[in-house]
Structure formats: C-alpha cells, structure tokens
C-alpha cells in the first residue's frame, strides 16, 4: 500500500465531500427561502451513493474478464474514477405537501441544515486530524 497515495486520496475524498456539503447547505437555504412560494419544487443534493458506487467499481472486478482484441469491443467491467464524480442537484417535482403546490417542509429542511452543518464539521475535523498526524510524524 502506498502511503502517499493513500494520504492523497483521503485528503481528496474528504475534500470533495466538504464541497458536497457546501452545496447541500446553499440547496437547503434555498428551499427555507421558497417555503411559501407558490408551486415551489425543493431541491435536494446527490453526492455520496454516486461517490460510494464510484468506489465500490475499484474492488468489484468479475470473476471472468472478457479479452478484447478491438478497442471497439466493449468490455464486462469498466472501473469508475471516484473523481469523475460531480455533485448533482436533484429536483423533487413528485410530491406535494401545501395546496399550494409547494412541496417544502420547514421542519425537514431546518433538521437537514443542522445535520448538514455537523456533517461539515465533522469532515473539517477529520481534515484537520490527516494533516495533524503528518505533522506529528514530520516532527518525528
């Protein structure tokens, strides 16, 4: 195992997650703001199981791998760069929740800002702590 790399990527992943975070709360801002607009669809953020699929392909790999002789043949397993992995806005137009179209629920969403807000600092921490131990072991 490379510590470098392992390092490297802890850093990256945590990262991405802090930015996943940062949209969240911009996303549920948005949808207390718009609690009582008319026909209003609240929005939600799609990161993590995108993120946990992405790296679930880098140990998944088939029992039987087909060869390819053509680079235009396809392959069975194709592993997928957790990098490639953008946060995505997902609209809820499915469900109602005021008669007046607005699907938007003060409650739900001021629970998801707290949690959303302890998941941040529980990352920034985490952040904080890698680069603890390579200070510690720079120390020496």
């Known amino acids: 195992m490379d510590i470098n790399n392992t390092f ?11 930015d996943a975070s940062t949209v969240r709360g ?5 949808n207390i703001a718009n609690a009582e607009v008319p026909n209003f669809k609240r ?6 199981s995108e993120l946990k699929r992405a790296l679930d392909t ?13 680079p235009n043949h396809l392959s069975n397993w194709e ?10 806005r997902v609209l809820d137009y499915t469900s109602t929740t005021d008669n007046n179209g607005n699907n938007v629920d003060p409650e739900y969403e001021f629970n998801a800002y707290l949690q959303n807000q302890l998941n941040y600092y529980l990352l920034a921490n985490s952040t904080n702590f890698e680069f ?8 020496g």
Not at 43 to 48: A, P
Not at 79 to 88: G, H, I, L, S
Not at 132 to 139: D, E, G, K, P, T
């Open 58 to 70: 880098e140990k998944q790999k088939p029992v039987l791998e087909l060869t390819r002789t053509n």
């Open 43 to 48: 929005s939600t953020v799609n990161f993590e």
């Open 8 to 18: 490297t990527k802890t850093i990256d992943l945590l990262q991405r997650a802090m």
């Open 26 to 30: 911009s996303v549920i801002a948005n």
């Open 79 to 88: 592993p997928r760069n957790y990098q490639d992995v953008q946060v995505r």
């Open 132 to 139: 603890s131990q390579v200070n510690m072991v720079l120390r």
